[in-house]
């Protein structure tokens, strides 16, 4: 069946990086984009960016633009989204999620399980 | 573009009907989708397109609305139903915009 499926939960000290994996499967990878939505704890959800399963363009949410990469292993079917630059208000779930189509103007139909990023020092 | 629901909370008795609203603060068109939050777990896409239901998602959700007004009707609730839902617009990016989400509880 479709689904995404993340790498798992992660502790990290404030300053450090943080790379999460979510493996897609039971799709052309290539043919959807995948999007990035972080929650914090009892709060509502986050839209962090976007990668390209096709040609790999990124675009990422201005608020994290020069701290985040996002990008895409076509050979494992894998996205991957690097934050650097860790505080504390960082901790959050955070997930992935397939556009039902090429492009960020089309819904996310598919999501990941999420992953828990901790950051305490 | 900022996405505003009401209420914040809402309490339906089990069978009856629940309205819930989501404001975008300019149009998005017919670009609204709904998803469905349970405690513990990831989103669910309930609806796309401001009214079509994604697979699997039973009759008793509908979407309606255009513009900047939407809806998302639950004709009669259930116990199952019990969540939080988020409206999230791409019409316009970036940003994708959420709204704040609506809780349901049973009354």
């Known amino acids: 069946q479709i689904q995404l499926v993340q790498s798992g939960a992660e502790v990290k000290k404030p300053g450090a990086s943080v790379k999460v994996a979510c493996k897609a499967s039971?799709?052309?990878?290539?043919?959807?984009?995948i999007g990035w939505v972080r929650q914090a704890p009892g709060q509502g959800l986050e839209w962090m960016g976007w990668?390209?399963?096709?040609?790999?363009?990124?675009y990422s949410a201005q608020k994290f633009q020069g701290r985040v990469t996002m990008t895409t292993d076509t050979s494992t079917t894998t996205a991957y989204m690097e934050l650097r630059g860790l505080r504390s208000d960082d901790t959050a779930v955070y997930f992935c999620?397939?556009?039902?189509?090429?492009?960020?103007?089309?819904?996310?139909?598919?999501w990941g399980q999420g992953t828990l990023v901790t950051v305490s020092s | 573009i900022v996405m505003t629901q009401s209420p914040a909370t809402l309490s339906v008795s089990p069978g009856e009907m629940a309205t819930l609203s989501c404001r975008a603060s300019q149009s998005v068109s017919s670009d609204l989708a709904w998803y469905q939050q349970k405690p513990g777990q990831a989103p669910r896409l309930l609806i796309y397109?401001?009214?079509t239901r994604a697979t699997g998602i039973p009759a008793r959700f509908s979407g309606s609305g255009s513009g900047t007004e939407f809806t998302l009707t639950i004709a009669s609730l259930q116990s199952e139903d019990v969540a939080v839902y988020y409206c999230q617009q791409y019409n316009n990016w970036p940003p994708l915009t959420f709204g704040g989400g609506t809780k349901v509880e049973i009354k």
């Open positions: 397109g401001s009214s």
């Open positions: 999620a397939r556009h039902s189509g090429t492009s960020p103007i089309h819904a996310f139909d598919i």
């Open positions: 039971g799709y052309t990878f290539n043919r959807y984009s």
């Open positions: 990668v390209s399963g096709f040609n790999r363009n990124t």
